[in-house]
Nanobody, 128 residues
């Protein structure tokens, strides 16, 4: 699955940004879709996941709960990450990921290793 992420950029602390990730093809709705982020020297960190059609539901990391929202539009083959009230600590490269197989187990879906396709990343820089 080819994923294309976009929407990153420079934003001031307290501001908002929306990331998008598209995945061409007719089976997008059958994928679990997630966002991870990574800063140099650190491991890739889970941000949020939205389940496949029929599985429903979302899960977000505690560090972004109440500020970030993940959603998907299956008609547009797109998953979004709405980032509100951003902090400087949110600066990172953000990656979208697709999980094309496996049961819906929310704890497992927070693990990067369970995803088999990754986008190229989009850089988010939050200035103070």
């Amino acid at each position: 699955v080819q994923l294309q992420a976009s929407g990153g950029g420079l934003v001031q602390a307290g501001g908002s940004l929306r990331l998008s990730c598209t995945a061409p093809g007719s089976t997008f709705s059958s994928y679990d879709m997630a966002w991870f982020r990574q800063v140099p020297g650190k491991e890739r960190e889970f941000v949020a996941v939205v389940g496949r059609r029929g599985g429903g539901g979302t899960s977000v990391a505690d560090s972004v709960k109440g500020r970030f929202t993940i959603s998907r539009d299956n008609a547009k083959n797109t998953v979004y990450l709405q980032m509100n009230r951003v902090w400087t600590e949110d600066s990172a490269i953000y990656y979208c990921a697709a999980r094309t197989r496996g049961r819906i187990i929310w704890g497992v879906m927070r693990e990067a290793s369970t995803y088999d396709s990754w986008g190229q990343g989009t850089l988010v820089t939050v200035s103070s």
